[in-house]
């Protein structure tokens, strides 16, 4: 029995891309590649491996989608021993590891393999200001900002591009923990090594801290609201909802800035009713040493004082 061979995981936005003989545009798919005899099984692991949430079961004519999987996932079937699992429309709650397992009468195999997306780890906290979410809270959070709560792996890999950040957040596994690449007095010490900081797991209904997020690609456009006069708050989503757009969120600026190097030097309104610019070319007055997303705070929102980020779906 063979069993399963590797991933191939696509992700892109506004533009088309090749791949396994498909031209698509404004999609994300992931494409896991294996073999299949008399029945596939398709399962996701939970962040904890505790658990396995069905995604695609097919035994001959009889096949069967789970969940949000429905009409989103089929074998690929390029050969008679293909077991290649077609991910459609891919969202960010996709991310994470996949077990496949295939039987053929008293025979079985297995194997897990990871679906990871391009995007962008970002720390959050709410108006309520620092250390103030508990776990689901914090699990919200991202979602209100069309985000996930990160992985461990994707704030490692944060870590290792630069991402350095001296306040702890819920991580998805239920871990606390925060990236430090200088250290310091405040962030664990100034004689201690660069590194992940881990608080450990705490409990999720009593402790509060920030979370960290992770966004990837979207299907839509971000933009600067050009408008001849300064806004409320209220009017700055009146302003968006007028354009045909809606008013763009924390995560969705983060995507822009980081995976389309988005820049634009006007403070503006977002979503949650924080005020934030995104610089991916540093330079005087508009954050001189380096490429960074600016958080101005969240200020009054009656007060005249700032534009509006806008984000129109394409779909």
């Known amino acids: 029995m063979k069993s399963l061979l590797f991933l191939v995981l696509i992700s892109f936005c506004w533009a088309d891309h090749h791949a396994a003989n498909f031209t698509l545009e404004h999609e994300r798919i992931i494409h896991i590649q294996g073999s299949h005899r008399i029945r596939v099984k398709w399962t996701k692991l939970t962040s904890d491996y505790l658990k396995e949430v069905d995604v695609y079961v097919e035994m001959g004519y009889h096949r069967k989608s789970y969940g949000n999987y429905q009409d989103r996932v089929f074998l690929q079937k390029s050969t008679e021993n293909d077991a290649s699992l077609v991910i459609t429309d891919i969202m960010l709650e996709d991310y994470g590891k996949y077990k496949c397992e295939v039987i053929e009468g008293l025979e079985d195999d297995t194997a897990v393999v990871s679906l990871d997306l391009e995007g962008i780890v970002f720390p959050y906290f709410p108006r309520?200001?620092?250390?103030?979410?508990?776990?689901?809270?914090?699990?919200?959070?991202?979602?209100?900002?069309?985000?996930?709560?990160?992985?461990?792996?994707?704030?490692?890999?944060?870590?290792?591009?630069?991402?350095?950040?001296?306040?702890?957040?819920?991580?998805?596994?239920?871990s606390v923990q925060y990236p430090i690449t200088h250290p310091r007095e405040p962030c664990g010490g100034k004689n201690t090594v660069p590194g992940v900081r881990n608080y450990g797991f705490s409990n999720k209904d009593q402790s509060?801290?920030?979370?960290?997020?992770?966004?990837?690609?979207?299907?839509?456009?971000?933009?600067?609201?050009?408008?001849?006069?300064?806004?409320?708050?209220?009017?700055a989503v009146q302003a968006c909802i007028k354009d045909g757009a809606q008013i763009a969120k924390v995560g969705q600026m983060f995507a822009a800035w980081k995976l389309l190097g988005y820049d634009r030097c006007d403070a503006g309104w977002l979503a949650d009713g924080s005020v934030r610019y995104p610089i991916s070319k540093p330079r005087k007055r508009c954050s001189p040493t380096e490429a960074a997303v600016r958080f101005v705070g969240f200020p009054d929102k009656k007060h005249k004082l700032y534009g509006v980020y806008c984000f129109r779906s394409y779909q």
């Open 128 to 174: 309520l200001g620092r250390y103030n979410l508990n776990f689901y809270e914090a699990q919200q959070a991202c979602l209100d900002q069309d985000a996930i709560i990160a992985s461990f792996d994707q704030l490692y890999d944060a870590w290792r591009l630069g991402l350095d950040w001296c306040n702890a957040g819920w991580l998805g596994d239920g």
């Open 208 to 235: 509060r801290y920030d979370v960290f997020c992770f966004t990837s690609h979207f299907n839509g456009r971000f933009y600067y609201l050009i408008h001849p006069t300064k806004l409320t708050y209220d009017e």
